[in-house]
């Protein structure tokens, strides 16, 4: 079996969510590498999580930190191909680096969607992926057509707005690259209610 589409998991913090989404072939593992964030995971239990693992690739996921630290931080984490930053004053200092960069925007209005479309084609220029969240913009065509219009002009990994029932016809419809969905903490070690990122990820399966 393989997915649909493209699809990234954020934070990443335990073996049983990475070796769900591992098997069911999803692109990208996003794992929190700042101390004071609820998710983060040191370098020894990311090696411990990611030997389990093959064919997948793997973020380096940050909120605020420095690129200078944020450099420092990967030399602890080599297998890290990806770098995720919410701070677009950040990606110049990163764009000539070993990694690919990808720059997660939340959105409050259509207006921020609109903002990010006028600067999408430098995204492209800089092969920057554009991850997209928001808690309170709804999925209507004027936002699908917005989505559709910036995803014409640059790669883009949509994180709310959707589930199982609906995501692919967003995809379809927006014509994004792909999806992000976010991991979660254990019941207890081993125990994990996969339900909703299980639903999601299901219903993209198709026959290889």
Not at 5 to 30: E, H, P, W
Not at 120 to 145: G, P, Q, R, W
Request: proline share 2%; hydrophobic share 40%.
């Amino acid at each position: 079996m393989a997915l649909q589409t493209f699809v990234k998991i954020s934070s990443i913090n335990n073996l049983s969510d990475a070796r769900y989404c591992s098997g069911m072939q999803v692109n990208l593992m996003g794992f929190s590498l700042e101390e004071n964030d609820k998710n983060f995971v040191s370098p020894t239990k990311f090696s411990e999580i990611t030997g389990w693992l093959s064919g997948v690739e793997f973020v380096g996921e940050f909120t605020y930190t420095h690129p200078d630290r944020i450099l420092e931080i990967l030399q602890e984490y080599p297998e890290i191909q990806y770098v995720e930053i919410q701070e677009e004053f950040y990606l110049k200092m990163l764009v000539n680096t070993k990694y690919r960069l990808i720059l997660k925007q939340k959105l409050e209005n259509l207006e921020d969607l609109v903002e990010l479309t006028k600067k999408a084609d430098s995204y492209s220029d800089f092969n920057i992926i554009l991850h997209l969240s928001s808690e309170t913009l709804k999925m209507n065509k004027a936002v699908i057509d917005q989505i559709k219009e910036l995803s014409a002009h640059c790669e883009v990994l949509l994180g709310f707005g959707f589930q199982a029932d609906n995501v692919i016809p967003i995809v379809e419809q927006t014509g994004i690259k792909g999806i992000s969905l976010e991991g979660g903490n254990e019941i207890k070690p081993g125990l994990k209610d996969f339900d909703e990122l299980a639903d999601v990820l299901e219903s993209l399966e198709t026959e290889d």
